[in-house]
Nanobody, 125 residues
Framework: QVQLVESGGGLVQAGGSLRLSCAAS????????MGWFRQAPGKQREFVAA????????LYVDSVKGRFTISLDNAKNTVYLQMNSLKPEETAVYYC??????????????????WGQGTQVTVSS
């Protein structure tokens, strides 16, 4: 059974940085694409970033390009999301997700088969 466990969320001031981690068990992160999504209170879930199993291909939502970086450590079965220059409107629960085996990166939540429980990120102004 695939399990994804996020960590690294917390409270940060606007302009600050956080690094989220997602540890996978039950499969290797190299076997398919992984993604990060977020959901703010009262809003729909939003795609943030995705990376291929090799780490060679990435996707980002336009609003985070140049500030967020998604990366993989396949030796640790972990995917990371480095978030810099955070904004108050980026306060949300951040979720890690995994696509089915051998599938590539996607910005569509429905393409992901496995989800973590989420980690809260709060950005104060």
């Amino acid at each position: 059974q695939v399990q994804l466990v996020e960590s690294g969320g917390g409270l940060v001031q606007a302009g600050g940085s956080l690094r989220l981690s997602c540890a996978a068990s039950g499969r290797t992160t190299s076997s398919s694409a992984m993604g990060w999504f977020r959901q703010a209170p009262g809003k729909q879930r939003e795609f943030v970033a995705a990376v291929s199993g090799s780490g060679g291909s990435t996707l980002y939502v336009d609003s985070v390009k140049g500030r967020f970086t998604i990366s993989l450590d396949n030796a640790k079965n972990t995917v990371y999301l480095q978030m810099n220059s955070l904004k108050p409107e980026e306060t949300a629960v951040y979720y890690c997700a995994a696509r089915p085996r051998l599938a590539g990166p996607s910005s569509w939540g429905r393409d992901y088969a496995y989800w973590g429980q989420g980690t809260q990120v709060t950005v104060s102004s």
